[in-house]
């Protein structure tokens, strides 16, 4: 209340508060890091258990807004077909009026109007389609250049996803970043690696759900002491429909390095590698022919015009296997996942009222983000603590600016109250109920 006097009332516009969160996007990044280091300081953060997760955000840009070659092609597609016909009606015009009578009065906005009109928009779809080739992007916003349509279970939003560490102690947010891609699928080891690293910790569990799966990420998360734990979508239902064996009846014999197929022949490594559709190194095992030919499991095992049973095996799948193993322990920590990860999203989303960032282009949007992450965090801790413990605490660890934080905690927390009613903090009534534990603790 002092603040708001000697300010006498004022407080700032939208301009102000939008240029701040663009022009303090690596200052607020470096408070949620160092937020995090006073809560590990508290003792609020277990720093043994992180949950990941990502949810879309809308940006400052509409579906519309945002082309992909496909529609880009299409559009053009469209727009010569309409200058090829209005094309053939100015000829037809043309040969009219040489037997026709000129009207009297000028008509209209006519076909030659229309024609130049998609001209213009024809160029202007083959400038966006130069765009895309030369960037070497899928999409192309008009409105926000960084905004991306982002699609998940048959829903698509136009902005950002943005991923969050969360550690399981009291759900605070150790790590987090606003991204463009839709697919989780290349997340898991950036923002397990950034959370241990905000933790301080030399090693770290860390949940994600089915999107997350991926060996490289899996492998990079074991060399970077991070043991992750991810469902695996199963991948093998086209062949279970057909009522033939799958890869993991399957057995490989590290010893040998060989499989073993369920009829108990063997299936070899074959000389050289290949490379799959993702990158990944792949070896080829191979039965032989004449044992596949006379097997009594041969119907269960080939295609109708398959010769032998073929496996590709990852170089690096002793990844995939020790994972695979972790997993199947791991049913009470993926029923956790849930309660950890969605509790930032659901409080931001539904209790605060924040899907839609206001601003627009990366550095400004990861700006805007850092600061509704700090807001959640700062919340959840005063909740947490209460007011006057935390200001005790500040007061014997970081006495230097404690007594100016004094009166903004109290202007903040009070407008989160009155501003923001279902996102209470609970906080003393006025700045004298705080001091009597501020002076205490000096």
Request: charged share 25%; proline share 3%.
């Amino acid at each position: 209340m002092e603040l708001i006097w000697l300010l006498r009332g004022l407080v700032p516009g939208y301009r102000t508060i939008g240029n701040f969160r663009k022009d303090n996007r690596n200052a607020l990044k470096a408070a949620n890091r160092d937020f995090v280091m006073l809560a590990r300081d508290l003792d609020l953060l277990g720093g043994d258990l992180v949950a990941i997760d990502g949810a879309f955000f809308h940006g400052d840009a509409s579906k519309a807004s945002i082309v992909t070659r496909k529609r880009l092609a299409e559009q053009l597609a469209a727009l010569e077909r309409d200058i090829e016909a209005y094309g053939a009606a100015l000829e037809a015009n043309d040969a009219a009026e040489e037997t026709k009578p000129q009207p009297k009065e000028p008509p209209g906005p006519g076909i030659a109007e229309k024609l130049t009109a998609l001209l213009e928009k024809r160029a202007r779809a083959k400038a966006d389609l130069a765009k895309l080739e030369d960037s070497g992007e899928t999409q192309l916003s008009r409105t926000d250049g960084d905004a991306r349509l982002l699609t998940k279970n048959g829903q698509s939003v136009a902005g950002y996803n943005v991923q969050i560490a969360v550690d399981d102690r009291h759900k605070l947010i150790v790590a987090s970043e606003v991204v463009n891609d839709g697919n989780d699928n290349g997340q898991l080891h950036a923002m397990a690696l950034a959370a241990k690293q905000a933790l301080g910790v030399e090693t770290l569990r860390a949940l994600a759900d089915v999107g997350y799966y991926n060996g490289e990420t899996l492998k990079a998360c074991e060399t970077d002491a991070i043991v992750a734990y991810v469902p695996q979508a199963n991948r093998n239902k086209r062949l279970a429909a057909q009522g033939r064996f799958t890869l993991e009846v399957f057995v490989h014999d590290a010893t040998a390095d060989v499989y073993r197929c369920p009829a108990g022949a063997i299936l070899r490594p074959m000389k050289g590698y290949k490379r799959d559709a993702t990158g990944k190194l792949q070896v080829r095992y191979a039965s032989l022919r004449s044992v596949c030919k006379v097997c009594p499991l041969r119907r269960r095992c080939l295609a109708a015009k398959a010769h032998r049973r073929d496996i590709y095996r990852w170089v690096h799948e002793d990844v995939i296997e020790r994972h695979r193993a972790r997993m199947t322990q791991a049913d009470a920590l993926m029923r956790r996942r849930g309660a950890l990860a969605e509790h930032p999203f659901g409080t931001l989303k539904c209790r605060a009222g924040y899907r839609h960032f206001l601003l627009r282009g990366f550095d400004k949007v990861r700006g805007e983000w850092g600061l509704m992450a700090l807001c959640y965090n700062f919340t959840r801790v005063l909740n947490i603590l209460g007011l006057d413990r935390f200001m005790a605490y500040l007061a014997k660890r970081h006495l230097n600016w404690a007594i100016l934080l004094l009166n903004t905690v109290v202007v903040v927390a009070g407008r989160l109250r009155t501003g923001r009613p279902r996102l209470q903090v609970k906080i003393s009534q006025n700045a004298a109920a705080i001091r009597p534990a501020f002076n205490y603790a000096l």
